[in-house]
């Protein structure tokens, strides 16, 4: 087996299982057949069933070639200042020289923004445990404090009380089990951490709802489809943040899984929204002000 990446200290090195080269991007041109079986899966696994984990790994092992590009073109640029906005509230300025985690972080956008952070002396994780997607982000890792570790969010090789600070950008939805990644992610930060979540949400407001829904279920399916040569994988993503909970369910559910002064803030018309949760001194439950 492969070592993927090595961190000093409280970071095992982890291994992965070997698997195939990454398809080069021209070879994922052609549209792979999607038969019956297929969509159910796609469908099932959106909704939370127990093929979820299988589906999700091999879907975005299956994109991971054309994952970037994708993600320019059908959020036409936009998902860059959501990043940005979620880095922002990560709060690692108060501990520069950190080990922060980028969860479910595929070709690794997140963990290169964080680490090109102008006073930032620390170290960044890298998780996810489709290989492929951070194989995809390789050329990032040039110059940078940034280890890659194929791992499950809902089993990190990070001891507990260690991270300064762990983000998930577009991820969490895609986890077997919510409540365990909320607790899992909570388990490993120190005492005053916190923990960011970046997801999509459905926008509240019937015009910009209806213009929503005609786009994430009708076009971007099919463009998403033709680029990357997977026909399922952008009919999961709208069918994934149907199924997700929505902002103020979301925030209740990092409160009962020992967040405190939970916050959340919806970005672009409700299409995104992003929450913060801090680690208490004490573990418990502290509940700060809500949505702001």
Known sequence: MREIGELPGALPAVRSRALAPVRRPGELSRVIPTTDLEAREASAAAAGAAVKRAYVQRMFSDIAPRYDLLNRVLSLGIDRYWRRVALARLGWERHPGGTFLDLCAGTLDVAAALSAQAGFSGHVVGADFAEPMLRAGHAKLRGRA????VADALSLPVAANTLAGAIVAFGIRNVADLEACLREVHRALQPGARFVILEFSTPRRALVRSCYHAYFHHVLP???????GH?????????????????????ERMERAGYGDVQWRSLTFGIAAVHVGTKTADGRRETGDGRR
Do not use: C
């Open 222 to 228: 099919r463009i998403g489809g033709l680029v990357s």
């Open 231 to 251: 026909r399922t994988a952008y009919t999961y993503l709208p069918a994934s943040v149907r199924s997700f909970p929505e902002g103020s369910v979301l925030a």
């Open 146 to 149: 940034i280890t890659p570790v």
